[in-house]
Each structure stands twice: as C-alpha cells, then as structure tokens.
C-alpha cells in the first residue's frame, strides 16, 4: 500500500508538468484510487516520454511516434482483454464482470482525458512542417479512445437489459400465483425484488468506478430499457383478482420507487425524476403516481 501511494505521488510530480493535476485535480485523484498495474505503468512510462522530449529535442519526433504506438497497443490489448474476453484466458477468470468493465472504462477515459495536454507538451519542439501527420496519428487515436470508452458503456447497458429479459421470462409464471385466493402476500414479487436488486448492485458498483458523467449515460439508457421493457410485459398480464391487481401495482411502484434513485439526469422532461412509461401505466390502470 505504501509503494502505490509513493508510486500515486511520483506520478503527481510527474505530470505536474503537464498541467493536468491543476487542470483536473478531482478527476486525477478520484482515477488514481482505481487504475489497476498496467494503467500506472503506462501513465509511468508516458512521463518518462515526456522528460525524454524536454530533455533531448532532437528526438521530440521519434518520441511522439513512439508515444502513439504506446497508445494504440495499450487501447487495443486492453479492448482484447476486457470486451473480447481475453482475460478469462489469460489469468482464468470465470466472467468479465461490470466491475471489470467499469475499470476498464475508467482508464480508457483517463487516457483519454490526457491526449490533448500530452500532445500539446510533445508538440512544442516538433517543426510546423512534420507537425500535420503525427496530429492526424494522435487524433485517430483520441478516437479510438472515445469509440472503446462508448463501446464498454453499451456493453454495460446490454449486460442489465439481458438480466431484466431473464426476469421478464419467469414473470408469467409468478403471475400465475396471484390470482389464486390464497395470495395475501404483501411484499413486492419475487421479479420485482430481483430486477431492483440488480440494478441497485449495477449502479452501487458502477458508481464506486466511474465519473459522474459516464453514469448519467450508462443510466439514461438502462432506465429508458427499464421503462419500455417492464411496461410492454405488464400490460400484457392477464390479471383479474383484486389481489392479483393488487400485487401488480405494489411491483410497479416497487421499481419506480428504484428507478427514480438511479442516476439519469434530465431522462425527462417532467418534474418527477426519471418519469416515463411505467408511470403512466400505473396512472392510466391504477389512477395513482410514485413521487420523488
């Protein structure tokens, strides 16, 4: 612990130069706390770059190709590892999980953040005349970066739309017990516990991870997902007890109740935090509404 804290501040110093501490001080401290070894090697060896060019002008050229070598196989092995899966291979893992992928990420988002000051830092003694190419290198780069980063998000997103589309497919069959006149159970439904367990899970570990930013736009589109999906299966259940009624309405507010807790700024454009369809399915079948 005390050599990643030196290793953490050494880094510090050593981007100082770069401005970017000064620049974004909150996002290099809250992405240090989570870059997993071979991110703070390469953030190491991108210093170490940056100190060859300031010392040795003459080899500013050589080292910016370098750079961008450096950071095309760094995005690449780690899109092999992470979204191909690879890691399972490498170091047996069982699963990626959305843990890892949050992690992922985060130093893709990271490096990405750090394109702009690190080209502008190596640029300064490169000639006009061989600046254009090694731009056009770099901003290629930079995308790639951004392409990765929205690619790991969508992954995300999949991830929580295949586990609601599991649950969904036991609905029927739970929905069944609820007509009977024996159902007095007042609790939530087993599918409305678990879809809210595992959003909650996807959200607490998310959260821990990620920027404030990337779980406004993780959240939009699983909310959205939430929204659509939900709906569509409840409005095609077929219930006619009061009690089945009953329970239909206490799941429905159970999620919503779990949906307007999730991140998804300006969802919509209605007072109520991340208001959708679901809420206008319990108005328009239930005449009632779930608050902030």
């Known amino acids: 612990m005390l050599s990643f804290f030196c290793f953490s501040r050494h880094l510090m110093y050593s981007f100082n130069h770069l401005c970017f501490c000064e620049m974004y001080p909150c996002l ?10 071979s991110g703070l090697i390469l953030l190491k060896m991108l ?9 040795l002008p003459s080899l500013s050229f050589e080292v910016v190709q370098r750079v961008v070598e450096i950071l095309k196989h760094f995005n690449t092995r780690t899109c092999q590892l992470v979204l191909g899966a690879g890691a399972m291979q490498v170091s047996g893992l069982k699963s990626i999980t959305s843990k890892h992928l949050a992690l992922a990420s985060q130093i893709i988002s ?3 953040s750090l394109i702009p000051d690190i080209r502008r830092v190596l640029f300064l003694k490169i000639p006009e005349a061989r600046k254009h190419l ?5 901003d290629r780069v930079t995308q790639d970066y951004k392409v990765h980063r929205d690619e790991i ?3 995300l997103v999949q991830i929580m739309r295949e586990r609601l ?9 739970i929905v069944e017990s609820w007509n009977g006149p024996d159902d007095n159970d007042s609790q939530p439904s087993l599918f409305a516990k678990a879809v809210t367990k595992e959003v909650t899970y996807l959200h607490r570990i998310l959260s821990q991870i990620l920027l404030e930013v990337d779980l406004q736009a993780i959240f939009r589109q699983v909310v959205q997902i939430f929204h659509s999906h939900i709906t569509e299966a409840f409005s095609k259940l077929e219930v006619s007890s ?6 239909l309405c206490r799941d429905v507010q159970h999620i919503l109740v779990c949906i307007r807790k999730l991140p998804a700024q300006n969802f919509s454009s209605e007072p109520v935090r991340n208001y959708g369809l679901l ?8 005449g009632t509404k779930v608050d902030e």
Do not use: W
């Open 165 to 173: 589309l599991a649950n969904l497919r036991k609905l029927p069959q």
């Open 110 to 112: 990271f490096v990405h």
């Open 153 to 155: 998000h969508t992954k």
């Open 134 to 138: 090694l731009m056009s290198e770099l």
């Open 47 to 55: 210093s170490e770059y940056v100190d060859i060019s300031k010392c």
């Open 28 to 37: 290099f401290s809250i992405t240090l706390q989570f870059l997993f070894g």
């Open 279 to 286: 809420d206008e399915f319990l108005a328009e079948k239930f």
């Open 242 to 247: 009061p009690q089945a009624k009953n329970r």
